[in-house]
Structures are given as structure tokens and as C-alpha cells.
């Protein structure tokens, strides 16, 4: 079977959280070693991108001061960046400027703010949205239209990071931050108006609670963290087929081959003239 590049599928970026309080891994990679491992993990699994965290988003989570932030990725971003393409999530302006410092080459920020940095140190920016902080996001987010008021919002600041300088922006609907469940479906429904808006789309489902409360169970319990992963490679196919160019996930090898299989416009499903030439049909 011939090899995909990067070129013929969407970008898959893997999730590295050295926190000791992420909502899926939590404490898995707190020590810089374990971090660094599974950085590598991520690598041999195909990850284009490994997402470098040093503070969970998860709603009610606790603020990390920044030294702390610091002394988390800081050594995490070192070693991988002369092996991967790292991006550093956070909401610090000091933290994002030293993961580029240190090899980051792109911010991916959840506060959607910090584009000066981005175009200060010369590196990418993702920019997401949110309605408000982890303390209260979750507090009955409402909306008149969700995904109207998504998609104006980013492009508002991806504008602002363009007339910066900054040449690489992503933006992200934030799924599961400041969402219902409502909210996270029709976010989904409506990626091709965020794609609509020219800028390059990311999108982040992986393992998020509303995958489990959609799969609840007969005993009426949503379906755990653990048991999230139909609905993580459902939802990252789907928003690629609506042209999302890169998802943001916890299992990279399985979603690897379902961005092989989907591929982009030019490979995979979506052009399947283009596999003819492949041996093995059966
Ligand atoms: N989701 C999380 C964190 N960062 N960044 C982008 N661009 N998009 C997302 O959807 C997104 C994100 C939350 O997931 P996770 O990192 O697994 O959890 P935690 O924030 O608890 O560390």
C-alpha cells in the first residue's frame, strides 16, 4: 500500500499533557522523563505536531503559576523539538515565548490572545475559542447562534494576527469549551463555515465529555474517558471531510489511519480515483 505524506491527509497533532489534572491522562506524564517518552510514543505513532501542555483547561481546573508552567514543558519542548514539529499550549505570555525560545514553532492558544507573541518570536498561532476561563465556562453558556458567533469572533482575531505578521493561523471552535452538548454538535455541523473562512481549521474532540454522554449506556452512565475513542475517530473524520486541515487527539496511530483513509481532497475517499492504481482491493 503506498505511503501517505503529510500532503495527502490531514494534519494530526498529538496531545502531551504534563499535568497532573488533565480530564483523560492526568498525572501519565507529570515527570519530564515519562513526558519526554511518550513525546517519542507520539512521534513512532505518526504525530505530525505534539502539543506540549503544562496546564489543564479542564472546567474548574486549577491555575498554574508560571514557574511552575515553566518548569513543566520547558525540558519536554527542549528534547523534542529537534524531532517533531512542537506547539505549546498555553494562555502565558512568558510560557509562549519560552517553549519558542526553546523549539516551539507554534502557540496554540486557547485565550485566542496571545498573536503578538506569535509574531514577535516568528512562529504559528492557533487561535481558539472559548466563552470564558475554566472556572466558569460551564456555567450555562448560551448563545443566539453558536456557530455564527464562533466563526466571527476568530476571524476577527486572526485578522488582527494577520495584520501582525503572523504567517500561520489556525483557528479552532473550542469544542467543549463553554459548550453544551447542543452547542458542540452544531459546532461540528457547521465546520465548513469556519473553513468557509479561508483560514486553516483545527479542531479538538478527542475523548471530550460530550462523545460520553452521547454514547451513555442502557444504565443511563455516560460512557468513560477510556471508552471514548468511536467517538473521538468518528467526530476527527467527520470534521475532516467538512475540510478541517488538522485535529488535535490523544490516539495518534488510530486517527493517523483514518486521516490516511479520509485523505485530503486530492487522496483517500474524497478522490478515490486516485487509489485505483493500489493492488490489494479485498
Ligand atoms: N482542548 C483541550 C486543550 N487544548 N487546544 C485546542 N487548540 N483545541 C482544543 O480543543 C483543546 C486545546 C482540552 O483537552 P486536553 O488537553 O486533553 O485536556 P486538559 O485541558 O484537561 O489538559
Request: glycine content about 12%.
Amino acid at each position: 500500500m503506498p505511503v501517505a505524506t503529510t500532503e495527502e491527509r490531514a494534519l494530526v497533532m498529538g496531545i502531551l499533557n504534563v499535568t497532573p489534572d488533565s480530564f483523560s491522562d492526568g498525572g501519565n506524564w507529570f515527570e519530564a522523563d515519562r513526558a519526554i517518552a511518550r513525546g517519542f510514543e507520539l512521534i513512532a505513532e505518526g504525530a505530525d505536531i505534539v502539543d506540549v501542555g503544562g496546564e489543564s483547561t479542564r472546567p474548574g481546573a486549577a491555575l498554574v503559576p508560571v514557574e511552575e508552567e515553566l518548569r513543566r514543558v520547558l525540558p519536554v519542548v527542549t528534547a523534542l523539538g529537534p524531532h517533531v514539529r512542537v506547539s505549546i499550549d498555553t494562555t502565558k505570555e512568558v510560557v509562549a515565548e519560552a517553549a519558542a525560545a526553546a523549539g516551539a514553532t507554534l502557540i496554540n492558544d486557547v485565550s485566542a490572545t496571545l498573536w503578538p507573541v506569535a509574531a514577535r518570536c516568528g512562529v504559528g498561532w492557533v487561535a481558539m475559542h472559548r466563552s470564558a476561563g475554566p472556572a466558569t465556562m460551564q456555567e450555562d453558556p448560551r448563545y443566539d447562534d453558536v456557530v455564527t458567533e464562533v466563526r466571527d469572533l476568530l476571524a476577527e482575531r486572526a485578522g488582527q494576527a494577520a495584520d501582525a505578521g503572523v504567517n500561520e493561523i489556525w483557528i479552532d471552535p473550542g469544542i467543549g469549551f463553554g459548550k453544551t452538548v447542543q452547542h458542540n454538535l452544531e459546532l461540528l455541523a457547521g465546520i465548513d463555515t469556519l473553513v468557509a473562512t479561508g483560514f486553516p481549521v483545527l479542531v479538538g474532540t478527542s475523548r471530550k465529555a460530550f462523545l460520553g454522554v452521547l454514547a451513555t449506556g442502557p444504565d443511563g452512565v455516560p460512557a468513560p474517558v477510556a471508552e471514548r475513542l468511536p467517538g473521538s475517530l468518528a467526530t476527527a473524520t467527520w470534521a475532516i471531510c467538512q475540510g478541517a486541515g488538522m485535529v488535535r487527539v490523544h490516539d495518534v496511530a488510530a486517527t493517523v489511519q483514518a486521516t490516511l483513509l479520509v485523505g485530503r481532497p486530492t487522496g483517500g475517499i474524497r478522490n478515490a480515483g486516485s487509489m485505483l492504481d493500489m493492488e490489494d482491493g479485498s
